[in-house]
Protein backbone atom coordinates (compact mmCIF):
# COMPACT_ATOMS: atom_id res chain seq x y z
CA UNK A 1 0.00 0.00 0.00
CA UNK A 2 1.24 3.93 -0.75
CA UNK A 3 1.11 6.08 1.97
CA UNK A 4 -0.01 9.39 1.20
CA UNK A 5 1.70 12.42 3.39
CA UNK A 6 -1.24 14.57 2.19
CA UNK A 7 -2.13 16.98 4.40
CA UNK A 8 -5.75 17.03 4.34
CA UNK A 9 -8.14 20.28 5.91
CA UNK A 10 -11.07 20.15 7.27
CA UNK A 11 -13.69 22.36 6.64
CA UNK A 12 -16.24 23.70 9.22
CA UNK A 13 -20.10 21.71 8.00
CA UNK A 14 -23.92 22.47 8.98
CA UNK A 15 -25.94 19.58 9.40
CA UNK A 16 -29.44 18.11 10.20
CA UNK A 17 -30.60 15.12 12.03
CA UNK A 18 -33.28 13.66 13.21
CA UNK A 19 -33.21 11.25 16.40
CA UNK A 20 -34.50 7.66 15.63
CA UNK A 21 -37.00 7.80 18.71
CA UNK A 22 -39.55 6.34 16.48
CA UNK A 23 -37.29 4.16 14.42
CA UNK A 24 -38.63 -0.01 13.47
CA UNK A 25 -38.04 -1.85 10.69
CA UNK A 26 -42.17 -2.22 10.43
CA UNK A 27 -42.09 -2.87 6.64
CA UNK A 28 -39.30 -3.67 4.26
CA UNK A 29 -38.78 -1.50 1.26
CA UNK A 30 -35.07 -2.72 0.48
CA UNK A 31 -32.86 -5.66 0.87
CA UNK A 32 -31.35 -4.69 4.36
CA UNK A 33 -34.26 -4.44 6.36
CA UNK A 34 -36.21 -7.51 7.80
CA UNK A 35 -39.24 -7.37 9.84
CA UNK A 36 -38.69 -10.56 11.86
CA UNK A 37 -35.37 -8.94 12.91
CA UNK A 38 -35.87 -6.98 16.07
CA UNK A 39 -34.80 -3.31 17.02
CA UNK A 40 -33.30 -2.16 19.62
CA UNK A 41 -34.36 1.16 19.88
CA UNK A 42 -33.19 2.27 22.62
CA UNK A 43 -29.61 1.24 21.42
CA UNK A 44 -30.20 2.34 18.21
CA UNK A 45 -31.02 6.04 20.08
CA UNK A 46 -27.66 5.74 22.21
CA UNK A 47 -25.46 4.88 18.61
CA UNK A 48 -27.32 7.87 17.09
CA UNK A 49 -26.72 10.09 19.88
CA UNK A 50 -22.62 9.24 19.68
CA UNK A 51 -22.41 10.10 16.27
CA UNK A 52 -24.51 13.11 16.59
CA UNK A 53 -21.55 14.21 19.53
CA UNK A 54 -19.10 13.29 16.79
CA UNK A 55 -19.57 15.50 14.56
CA UNK A 56 -19.89 18.26 17.55
CA UNK A 57 -16.52 17.21 18.50
CA UNK A 58 -15.36 17.86 15.72
CA UNK A 59 -16.53 21.44 15.54
CA UNK A 60 -19.33 21.00 13.23
CA UNK A 61 -22.76 22.31 13.77
CA UNK A 62 -26.14 19.94 14.06
CA UNK A 63 -29.38 21.03 13.19
CA UNK A 64 -32.21 18.83 15.18
CA UNK A 65 -35.34 18.01 12.73
CA UNK A 66 -38.53 16.41 15.41
CA UNK A 67 -38.73 13.07 14.82
CA UNK A 68 -42.68 12.24 14.06
CA UNK A 69 -44.54 8.78 15.42
CA UNK A 70 -45.33 6.66 12.78
CA UNK A 71 -42.30 7.33 10.63
CA UNK A 72 -40.19 5.15 11.62
CA UNK A 73 -37.31 5.82 8.63
CA UNK A 74 -37.60 9.94 9.30
CA UNK A 75 -34.28 9.05 11.14
CA UNK A 76 -32.40 8.89 7.51
CA UNK A 77 -32.18 12.84 7.36
CA UNK A 78 -30.30 12.82 4.26
CA UNK A 79 -33.39 11.85 2.43
CA UNK A 80 -35.07 14.61 2.76
CA UNK A 81 -34.12 17.22 0.67
CA UNK A 82 -30.56 18.95 -1.49
CA UNK A 83 -29.07 21.70 -0.82
CA UNK A 84 -26.81 24.16 -2.60
CA UNK A 85 -25.56 27.29 -2.66
CA UNK A 86 -28.50 28.16 0.21
CA UNK A 87 -31.37 26.81 -2.20
CA UNK A 88 -33.30 23.54 -0.83
CA UNK A 89 -34.54 21.33 -3.62
CA UNK A 90 -37.15 18.85 -1.70
CA UNK A 91 -37.74 15.41 -1.69
CA UNK A 92 -40.43 12.92 -3.36
CA UNK A 93 -40.47 9.66 -1.70
CA UNK A 94 -40.80 6.25 -4.06
CA UNK A 95 -42.44 4.53 -1.20
CA UNK A 96 -45.77 5.68 0.53
CA UNK A 97 -44.63 4.48 3.80
CA UNK A 98 -42.25 7.46 3.81
CA UNK A 99 -43.94 10.19 1.95
CA UNK A 100 -45.06 11.88 4.52
CA UNK A 101 -41.93 12.95 5.88
CA UNK A 102 -41.01 15.39 2.82
CA UNK A 103 -43.64 17.94 4.70
CA UNK A 104 -41.32 17.64 7.48
CA UNK A 105 -38.26 18.54 5.79
CA UNK A 106 -39.86 21.49 3.69
CA UNK A 107 -41.38 22.65 6.75
CA UNK A 108 -37.94 22.91 8.64
CA UNK A 109 -35.94 24.58 5.50
CA UNK A 110 -38.98 26.70 4.98
CA UNK A 111 -38.63 27.59 8.49
CA UNK A 112 -35.15 28.86 8.29
CA UNK A 113 -36.04 31.05 5.41
CA UNK A 114 -34.13 29.13 3.00
CA UNK A 115 -34.96 29.07 -0.91
CA UNK A 116 -36.87 25.51 -1.10
CA UNK A 117 -38.74 24.14 -4.24
CA UNK A 118 -40.87 21.73 -4.31
CA UNK A 119 -40.21 18.60 -6.89
CA UNK A 120 -42.47 17.59 -9.14
CA UNK A 121 -40.50 14.42 -9.96
CA UNK A 122 -39.73 11.55 -7.37
CA UNK A 123 -36.36 11.45 -5.91
CA UNK A 124 -35.00 10.95 -2.60
CA UNK A 125 -32.53 13.71 -1.49
CA UNK A 126 -28.67 13.31 -0.52
CA UNK A 127 -29.98 9.52 -0.69
CA UNK A 128 -28.99 9.74 -4.06
CA UNK A 129 -27.59 12.86 -4.93
CA UNK A 130 -24.26 14.23 -3.99
CA UNK A 131 -22.29 17.22 -4.47
CA UNK A 132 -19.12 18.57 -4.72
CA UNK A 133 -18.24 21.40 -4.83
CA UNK A 134 -15.18 22.17 -6.68
CA UNK A 135 -14.80 19.58 -8.88
CA UNK A 136 -15.74 20.75 -12.53
CA UNK A 137 -16.78 23.85 -10.94
CA UNK A 138 -19.46 22.45 -8.39
CA UNK A 139 -21.11 19.19 -9.90
CA UNK A 140 -23.68 17.25 -8.44
CA UNK A 141 -23.61 13.87 -8.57
CA UNK A 142 -27.29 11.92 -9.27
CA UNK A 143 -28.14 8.03 -8.80
CA UNK A 144 -30.87 6.47 -10.43
CA UNK A 145 -32.31 2.68 -10.63
CA UNK A 146 -33.89 2.10 -7.98
CA UNK A 147 -35.40 4.76 -5.95
CA UNK A 148 -34.99 8.66 -7.47
CA UNK A 149 -36.15 8.84 -11.36
CA UNK A 150 -34.39 10.20 -13.88
CA UNK A 151 -36.44 13.58 -14.78
CA UNK A 152 -35.44 14.28 -10.82
CA UNK A 153 -32.02 14.87 -12.34
CA UNK A 154 -33.32 17.58 -14.56
CA UNK A 155 -35.73 19.33 -12.07
CA UNK A 156 -32.49 18.85 -9.56
CA UNK A 157 -30.40 20.98 -12.37
CA UNK A 158 -33.00 23.47 -13.52
CA UNK A 159 -33.88 23.76 -9.54
CA UNK A 160 -30.19 24.08 -8.01
CA UNK A 161 -28.31 25.53 -11.78
CA UNK A 162 -25.56 23.30 -11.19
CA UNK A 163 -24.57 20.48 -13.62
CA UNK A 164 -26.33 17.30 -12.56
CA UNK A 165 -23.87 13.77 -13.66
CA UNK A 166 -26.78 11.03 -14.02
CA UNK A 167 -25.54 7.59 -12.90
CA UNK A 168 -27.50 4.09 -13.39
CA UNK A 169 -27.26 2.33 -9.97
CA UNK A 170 -27.69 -1.95 -10.49
CA UNK A 171 -27.42 -3.66 -7.39
CA UNK A 172 -30.59 -3.51 -5.26
CA UNK A 173 -27.82 -4.01 -2.30
CA UNK A 174 -26.59 -0.58 -2.80
CA UNK A 175 -30.25 1.04 -3.99
CA UNK A 176 -29.43 4.54 -2.90
CA UNK A 177 -25.79 6.41 -4.71
CA UNK A 178 -24.62 7.58 -1.02
CA UNK A 179 -24.14 3.37 -0.36
CA UNK A 180 -22.21 2.87 -3.00
CA UNK A 181 -20.15 6.33 -3.28
CA UNK A 182 -19.31 9.59 -1.41
CA UNK A 183 -17.82 12.77 -1.36
CA UNK A 184 -14.35 13.14 0.48
CA UNK A 185 -13.53 16.48 0.08
CA UNK A 186 -14.08 19.86 -1.82
CA UNK A 187 -12.90 17.78 -5.07
CA UNK A 188 -12.79 14.30 -4.82
CA UNK A 189 -15.08 10.85 -4.12
CA UNK A 190 -14.53 7.22 -3.28
CA UNK A 191 -16.96 4.56 -4.91
CA UNK A 192 -17.51 1.19 -5.08
CA UNK A 193 -17.50 0.83 -9.10
CA UNK A 194 -19.51 -2.26 -9.09
CA UNK A 195 -22.73 -0.67 -8.21
CA UNK A 196 -22.59 1.17 -11.44
CA UNK A 197 -23.45 0.22 -14.88
CA UNK A 198 -20.52 -0.09 -16.81
CA UNK A 199 -20.95 3.09 -18.95
CA UNK A 200 -21.67 5.14 -15.37
CA UNK A 201 -18.15 3.55 -14.59
CA UNK A 202 -16.72 4.97 -17.21
CA UNK A 203 -18.11 8.52 -16.64
CA UNK A 204 -16.67 8.47 -12.73
CA UNK A 205 -13.27 7.14 -14.24
CA UNK A 206 -13.50 10.15 -16.24
CA UNK A 207 -14.27 12.88 -13.85
CA UNK A 208 -12.57 11.51 -11.23
CA UNK A 209 -9.29 9.67 -12.16
CA UNK A 210 -7.92 10.45 -8.60
CA UNK A 211 -10.75 9.11 -6.90
CA UNK A 212 -10.57 6.53 -4.19
CA UNK A 213 -12.15 3.06 -5.00
CA UNK A 214 -13.42 0.42 -2.90
CA UNK A 215 -14.73 -3.08 -3.03
CA UNK A 216 -17.73 -5.04 -2.63
CA UNK A 217 -16.58 -5.51 1.59
CA UNK A 218 -16.21 -2.19 2.14
CA UNK A 219 -19.31 -1.47 0.51
CA UNK A 220 -21.62 -3.82 1.85
CA UNK A 221 -19.92 -2.95 5.53
CA UNK A 222 -21.68 0.52 4.45
CA UNK A 223 -18.11 1.94 4.63
CA UNK A 224 -18.86 4.53 1.90
CA UNK A 225 -22.25 5.65 3.67
CA UNK A 226 -19.61 8.15 5.53
CA UNK A 227 -19.65 11.83 6.48
CA UNK A 228 -16.10 13.37 5.86
CA UNK A 229 -15.51 17.77 6.20
CA UNK A 230 -12.07 16.65 4.30
CA UNK A 231 -9.96 15.58 6.47
CA UNK A 232 -11.85 13.77 9.35
CA UNK A 233 -13.84 10.80 7.85
CA UNK A 234 -16.77 9.36 10.10
CA UNK A 235 -17.90 5.95 9.12
CA UNK A 236 -19.40 2.58 10.47
CA UNK A 237 -17.10 1.07 12.82
CA UNK A 238 -17.46 -2.25 10.59
CA UNK A 239 -15.80 -0.83 7.87
CA UNK A 240 -12.38 -1.57 8.75
CA UNK A 241 -10.84 -1.93 5.18
CA UNK A 242 -12.36 1.27 3.80
CA UNK A 243 -10.67 3.01 7.01
CA UNK A 244 -7.35 1.72 6.34
CA UNK A 245 -7.78 2.75 2.70
CA UNK A 246 -8.97 6.18 3.45
CA UNK A 247 -5.85 6.26 6.15
CA UNK A 248 -3.27 5.43 3.46
CA UNK A 249 -5.09 8.43 1.37
CA UNK A 250 -3.96 11.02 4.44
CA UNK A 251 -7.77 11.37 5.94
CA UNK A 252 -8.49 10.29 9.36
CA UNK A 253 -11.03 7.62 9.62
CA UNK A 254 -13.13 8.28 12.54
CA UNK A 255 -15.17 4.66 13.41
CA UNK A 256 -18.79 4.98 14.92
CA UNK A 257 -21.11 1.76 16.29
CA UNK A 258 -24.60 2.33 13.85
CA UNK A 259 -25.55 -1.98 14.28
CA UNK A 260 -29.19 -0.70 14.74
CA UNK A 261 -29.58 1.69 12.24
CA UNK A 262 -28.18 -1.11 9.98
CA UNK A 263 -31.26 -3.06 10.41
CA UNK A 264 -33.41 -0.41 8.65
CA UNK A 265 -30.64 -0.49 5.33
CA UNK A 266 -28.48 2.93 6.43
CA UNK A 267 -25.83 4.32 8.48
CA UNK A 268 -23.50 7.35 8.59
CA UNK A 269 -24.67 9.19 6.02
CA UNK A 270 -28.47 8.70 5.60
CA UNK A 271 -28.64 9.92 9.10
CA UNK A 272 -26.42 13.23 7.84
CA UNK A 273 -28.46 15.91 5.62
CA UNK A 274 -25.75 18.59 4.84
CA UNK A 275 -27.20 22.33 5.37
CA UNK A 276 -25.16 24.29 2.43
CA UNK A 277 -25.97 27.80 3.09
C1 LIG B 1 -27.80 4.92 2.71
N1 LIG B 1 -29.16 5.04 2.39
C2 LIG B 1 -29.59 3.99 1.65
C3 LIG B 1 -29.91 6.14 2.70
N2 LIG B 1 -29.58 7.22 2.29
N3 LIG B 1 -31.05 6.03 3.38
C4 LIG B 1 -31.48 4.98 4.14
C5 LIG B 1 -32.95 4.79 3.96
C6 LIG B 1 -33.46 3.58 4.68
C7 LIG B 1 -34.94 3.39 4.57
N4 LIG B 1 -35.34 2.23 5.30
C8 LIG B 1 -35.38 3.24 3.12
O1 LIG B 1 -35.31 2.13 2.60
O2 LIG B 1 -35.79 4.21 2.49
Same mark, same amino acid.
Given at each position: ??????????????????????????? +??? /???????????????????? $????????????????????? &?????? #???? $????????????????? #??????? =????????????????????????????????????????? =???? /????? +????????????? $??? /?????? %??? @???? %????????????? +? +???????? @??????????? %? #???????? !?????????????????????????? &?? /????????????? !??????????
Amino acid at each position: MVTVNQQRVPRKRTYLMCSPEHFAVEY +AIN /PWMDVATPVDRELAVKQWDR $LRETLVGLGHEVHLLTPEPGL &PDMVYA #ANGA $LMVDGSVYGARFKHEQR #AAEAAAH =RAFYESQGWRFIAPSETNEGEGDFAYVPEAHGGLILAGHGF =RTEI /PAHAE +AQEALGRPVVSLH $LID /PRFYHL %DVA @LTVL %DDSNIAYFPGAFS +A +ASQRVLAQ @LFPAAVIADDA %D #AMAFGLNL !VSDGANVVLNSEATGLAGTLKAAGYT &PV /PVELAELKKGGGS !VKCCIAELRH
